[in-house]
């Protein structure tokens, strides 16, 4: 499926944002079990951001168990624009994707979804373009406040004019936590179910760990 054409300038991007927003759906993820195929997914770039270097990784068992890998290599051909980083990095995705042997039943990204200035993150395009659920979690903010977590695990609301678009959540006690929020099919309490249910010792869920790895091996091993 073709969501839209790829736009050059950052006015046709924000453009397609408010066009394609009302597109995505909020609401549970399917039951999620040891069945459940998860995909993480990440990228990497060269220094002179030439390059960058996707990488899907499917798992079962909550990021246990690897079923597939997938990866792709492209030309970076969007600028870097705050709150446009989707259309820099989905397409070096969608190739990564195209590239598997399984469909995944749920995707996470290391990038936002509607906790974004549009509703329209990294996790809402990317879910969007392949009709699968999508679920932003990203190590850093960007928008909206929240009250202090403690440092058990546990989660506490992202709100924007004191309405909640996501959550912050600590998986691991006394490690750093994540934004966490729906990008498409997915809803607040869902997503945050998915992110402290996944396996790993470490601050990313296992499949988003595990993807984020293999970035940097395959930009080092690139020619």
Do not use: N
């Not at 006394?174 to 997915?186: D, F, I, L, N, T």
Request: glycine content about 8%; aromatic content about 6%.
């Amino acid at each position: 499926m073709s969501l839209h054409p790829w736009p050059t300038t950052a006015a046709e991007a924000e453009a397609l944002q408010h066009g394609l927003v009302d597109r995505v759906r909020l609401e549970p993820l399917p039951p999620l079990t040891d069945a459940t195929l998860i995909a993480g997914c990440d990228l990497a770039y060269d220094k002179d951001e030439a390059r960058c270097y996707a990488v899907v990784v499917v798992t079962r068992a909550w990021g246990r168990e690897v079923v597939a890998t997938a990866e792709a290599v492209r030309p970076v051909e969007f600028p870097y624009v705050p709150g446009l980083l989707s259309f820099r990095e989905v397409p070096a995705l969608l190739a990564a994707f195209a590239g598997l042997s399984v469909t995944p039943d749920v995707v996470m990204c290391d990038g936002q979804g509607v906790a974004h200035p549009r509703r329209f993150g990294l996790a809402c395009h990317l879910g969007l373009w392949l009709d699968v659920p999508a679920v932003g979690c990203a190590k850093s903010r960007l928008l909206g406040e929240h009250d202090a977590l403690p440092a058990q695990v546990g989660s506490t609301p992202l709100r924007v004019d004191g309405a909640p678009v996501g959550d912050l959540v600590r998986r691991i006690a006394g490690v750093k936590p994540v934004y966490v929020s729906p990008g498409h099919r997915a809803d607040r309490a869902s997503a945050v179910a998915l992110v402290l249910g996944c396996a790993g010792a470490y601050r990313l869920p296992e499949p988003v760990r595990l993807a984020d790895i293999a970035t940097r091996v395959l930009r080092a091993e690139a020619p």
